[in-house]
């Protein structure tokens, strides 16, 4: 599985941004996709999941701001997020995963990453 993620960027406090998973080859056929964030000197931190039936899960810390999404027919995974704020800013990666899990261990495939910044 390759997965591509893109949509990041710089925004103001308050703002919203829209990130784009997009999965190739052995795509996501009953698998879960992920999106988790890295701050610098921080942990990888679990951001949301999706399955490919729709189940969701968001991390307490953006609970309410975020919501994940997916095309199937397009194997790629969404994710809206609004009023965010300067601690959103973190480099953002999507994975996918065999099994149901907010865990970034349980994940086997990374994409390379995407940059969001927010600034006060």
């Known amino acids: 599985v390759q997965l591509q993620a893109s949509g990041g960027g710089l ?3 308050g703002g919203s941004l829209s990130l784009s998973c997009a999965a190739s080859g052995r795509t996501f056929s009953g698998y879960a996709m992920g999106w988790f964030r890295q701050a610098p000197g921080r942990e990888r931190e679990f951001v949301a999941a999706i399955t490919r039936g729709g189940l969701t ?3 307490d810390s953006v609970k309410g701001r975020v919501t994940i999404s997916g ?3 397009k194997n790629t995974v969404y994710l809206q997020m609004n009023s965010l704020k300067p601690e959103d800013t973190a480099v953002y990666y999507c994975a996918s995963s065999t099994l149901w899990s907010s ?3 349980r994940y086997d495939h990374w994409g390379q990453g995407t ?6």
């Open 11 to 13: 925004v103001q406090a």
């Open 57 to 59: 899960n968001t991390g």
């Open 71 to 73: 095309d199937n027919a």
């Open 103 to 105: 865990k970034s261990t």
């Open 115 to 120: 940059q969001v910044t927010v600034s006060s």
